[in-house]
Every structure is written in C-alpha cells, then in structure tokens.
C-alpha cells in the first residue's frame, strides 16, 4: 500500500509546530519516545471487552499481561490497592463513577467550571450537569476554595457525592475537611486528579487517597503518558450506601466500578494505549521522575514569580502546582485577545474563565500557564523568566505585528536549544 503522504505531512507540521514552540497549556506534556512508540502498536487490532482472565473473546493472554503490568505499576504508583486503566479519558473515567454510584437526577457538589471546575463536575453543557442535579461551590474573592460554602450546601442540599478537583486552580486541596464535610452528610468523595496527578504522585502534594472514597486522573497531563484516564481506589469498600449494580446486586466499589466502565459506558479496551500507560507508569516510578516533578513546582513558582514582577495578577497569589490562572483585565485585553496574539508568537496558552469573570467563555478575562511541557523539554527556572518576557513583549505589542513576529524569531531560537524527539520523523 502506498505511504499516505498527505496524513504524515500533517503530522511532521505537527510535530514541527511543537518543537518550535513554547507549550504552556497546563493539561498539555510531551510523552517519552517509548510511550508514543507503545501507543502504535500491535494490540490496536485486538478486542478485549472484559478484564484480564475475564474476557468476552479469545487470544487475550498477552494483553491479560499488558493490562495486569499497567495495573500493578499503577498500584505502586499511588500505593493504592485496586486500578481500573481502561477508561478511555478523564470525562470517560468520571462518567463511569457517575454511573456506578449515582440515579439519574441525583444530587451532587462540584466546582463551578467558571470557578475553574471542569466540564464532567456538572456543567449544564455535559451529561454531569443534564443527568443528575448539580450543586456549585466556588472560590472566594482571594481565589482560594470556598470550604465554608462548600460545607453549607452539603449541609442544606445533602449531596451524595462531592467532587473535588479542579482545571484551573493553583491551590493545593484540603481533602480532610472535604471528607469531614461529606461524612456528616453522608456523601461519598471523588477526588478528580487529573491536573496535579503526577505532583501528588511524588508526594510533592497533599495525598487524597487518605481521604478521598475515589480518585480519577487522566494519563496525559503531569503524569506524561498517554492521553487516557483511569480510576483507582486505596482501600476497596462494601459501599455503605447500598448502591446496586444493574441486576439489583450490591457490589464491593472496585466491582462496582469495573461494571461502570464495562459494559456500564465502554466496550472494547484500547490496549495500545494501555501498554503506553504501563510504559508511563514504569517512568513516573523512577527516581528520575521525582527530579521532574520537582522541577516542574519550581518552574510554575519561578514563572509566577517573573509574571508578578511585571504587573501580572495571578488568581490566589501564586502556586503550589504546575499552573496559574492571570486576570488579564489590568491589562486592558481580553483571554481570547491574549491567546490568539502569543499563538502568532509560537506560545500557545488557553484563555481561561477567572474568578466572577464579567466576560462570556468565549471570550473570558484570564488566561492559564502551564509548565509541565516546557519542563518535560528541560527548562529551568532562569528559562522561566525568558519565557515571562517574552510573553510580556507579546501583550504590549499586541497590535504591533511585526514586534509580534519577531518574538516568534525568538521563541524558535530560544526552544531549538531543548530538542524535542530528535530522533523522531514522519516524512
Ligand atoms: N481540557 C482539560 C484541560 O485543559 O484542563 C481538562 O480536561
């Protein structure tokens, strides 16, 4: 068969794009060479609806083995007792524990997406929001979580769930007073790690298996594998709660939410991507990764740092993750207007809802940096104050395309001195 040159042309402009640029989109990462090789492989051809040694078809015994790997690793990780790897996204992961603990039309509490939530935390927009009766809590005008109104709705709505986590939020949780909260109301807690998963992984913030019921995360973000999601549990329970699985039984949680996920909301398992995940989670266990994580706090306090320097506000004050969210508004622009003027640059961030944001979003007042991409690629904190330079010249410039054009120049200069995948080529 003839080389489809058109889709691989596409993919070495992709590939180009990312080495020339600076990524500072908070859920973006580069995985390693082994992770992308694992992702192109065979056991994309293979079905494999159930688990391992419980399967609905035949030839499954060496992806029995990718998938227990994948789950072991995973285990180690986290040091938590039971993993589910094959939720094909964090909105998929978070769907199925919908699923396994919730009624259409049941009540539960979670960030407001405008607040930094996210979409699967009950926008009115998702099936979070238009299945079951979602109740918002926010932050408070220092940008900090609002325990206290989280505590009183849980108090007067009496949810049965609570979710914590957040897309936009530079804070580290306070899981405690969370599952003291639904313990007096009797919720049950889903901690959604996505964004800080590999910081919490290296212990580099707070632990919400203590406290938390259930922890969801995707792959991709600081945990740098491949795009996917998963679910775990520290410790398995008999649910107190009674919950039944579809034929009225009442299941341990793990079994539970294995049903969630199949045949509750996924059929076949992509077990590519799950040998990826295997392959990630060999590398976040290394001690090499615990460099990088530490790296990548160090970096988001060196850029938050820069930023302030230079008349930024960012939300709360600063961070103790990977990300900031920055109220453009005392700059005159707008998060669409700032976005699409550092994409022209070759830095690409997302526009970003703030705190009580007076604009739509579409068109929003913030914007939210990231760094575990430029870290991943081997930057310092000395390259996060180039990077807040550069970024600054962009946003007072942001009519001036040729001062626009020539930060492009520099951002090329500056990232061909961090290879990204040197061996890599699609053409
Ligand atoms: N879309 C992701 C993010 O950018 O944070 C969340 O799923």
New binding site residues.
């Given amino acids: 068969m003839q080389k489809d040159t058109l889709v691989f042309s596409l993919l070495q402009k992709e590939l180009e794009r990312q080495r020339n640029g600076i990524e500072l989109?908070?859920?973006?990462n580069f995985a390693s060479l082994q992770v992308l090789q694992a992702m192109g492989t065979v056991p994309t051809n293979k079905y494999a609806e159930g688990y391992p040694s419980k399967r609905y078809y035949g030839g499954c015994e060496v992806i029995d083995e990718l998938e227990n790997l994948a789950i072991e690793r995973l285990k180690k990780v986290f040091n938590c007792s039971w993993a589910n790897v094959q939720p094909h996204s964090?909105?998929s992961a978070n769907a199925a524990v919908f699923l396994a603990v919730m009624k259409p039309g049941d009540k539960f509490l979670g960030l407001d997406l405008s607040m930094g939530g996210?979409?699967t935390h009950g926008s009115p927009a998702n099936f979070s929001g238009k299945i079951y009766q979602a109740i918002h809590y926010g932050v408070t005008q220092d940008g900090i979580i609002n325990y206290k109104e989280l505590e009183e709705k849980a108090f007067t709505e009496k949810p049965k769930m609570i979710i914590c986590g957040a897309?936009?939020y530079s804070r580290d949780w306070d899981y405690k007073r969370i599952r003291e909260i639904a313990d007096a109301v009797g919720a049950i807690v889903l901690a959604d790690i996505?964004?800080p998963a590999g910081l919490i992984a290296k212990g580099l913030l707070n632990d919400p298996f203590e406290y938390c019921h259930i922890v969801t995360s995707?792959t991709h973000?600081t945990l740098r594998g491949p795009r996917g999601g998963i679910i775990m549990l520290r410790h398995d329970f008999e649910n107190k709660w009674g919950i039944k699985d579809p034929k009225g039984n009442i299941r341990t949680m793990s079994q539970l939410l294995d049903l969630a996920v199949f045949p509750g909301t996924q059929g076949g398992p992509l077990e590519h991507i799950i040998a990826a995940k295997a392959v990630a989670f060999g590398e976040i266990l290394s001690d090499e990764f615990m460099l990088y994580a530490k790296q990548i706090v160090a970096n988001a306090q060196a850029m938050a740092r820069a930023l302030t320097k230079r008349g930024y506000q960012i939300i709360s004050g600063g961070t103790d993750n990977h990300l900031m969210l920055i109220d453009l508004r005392n700059k005159g622009l707008t998060g669409k207007k700032a976005q699409e003027t550092l994409d022209k640059a070759g830095i690409t961030v997302?526009r970003n809802a703030v705190p009580f944001d007076d604009k739509s979003p579409f068109i929003t007042s913030g914007m939210?940096l990231g760094v575990p991409a430029v870290t991943t690629r081997g930057m310092r904190e000395e390259d996060m104050e180039t990077i807040a330079e550069l970024i600054d010249t962009v946003i007072n410039n942001i009519d001036n395309p040729q001062a626009v054009e020539s930060v492009k120049t520099e951002v090329q200069n500056l990232m061909s001195r961090f290879p990204l995948y040197p061996e890599l080529t699609y053409e």
């Fill in positions: 989109i908070a859920s973006e964090g909105a996210h979409l897309s936009a996505a964004h995707t973000k997302n939210r």
